[in-house]
């Protein structure tokens, strides 16, 4: 990815740590309990830098279609290509 501010950099680590801990946590049946901030970070910042197209390799799938009343976490996982 090269040089960037460590604030930068900080951002793909958050959005890959919520990404995973999910998957665990759905994986092994248990709830997610995650600061409703450290998600919304994650969120605006995958939003914001990934495009709904995704081409094959790509570190995420395509977003997945649900209904708007998920809790945000769940959001993201979806639009991460997570199906919740």
């Known amino acids: 990815m090269g ?16 990404a995973h ?3 665990l946590a759905r994986a ?3 709830q997610t309990a995650f ?4 998600v919304e970070a994650a969120a605006r910042f ?3 830098n990934l495009s709904g197209e995704r081409p094959p390799g790509a ?3 395509a977003p997945v279609p649900v209904a ?3 809790p ?8 991460l290509g997570r199906t919740p």
């Open 59 to 61: 570190p995420f799938a």
């Open 3 to 18: 040089v960037m501010p460590g604030r930068a950099a900080l951002n793909p680590h958050l959005v890959e740590t919520v």
């Open 21 to 23: 801990a999910w998957d």
């Open 35 to 38: 600061d409703p901030e450290v």
């Open 72 to 79: 945000e976490i769940d959001r993201l996982a979806v639009f």
């Open 28 to 30: 092994t049946g248990q």
């Open 68 to 70: 708007d009343d998920l």
């Open 46 to 48: 995958a939003q914001s």
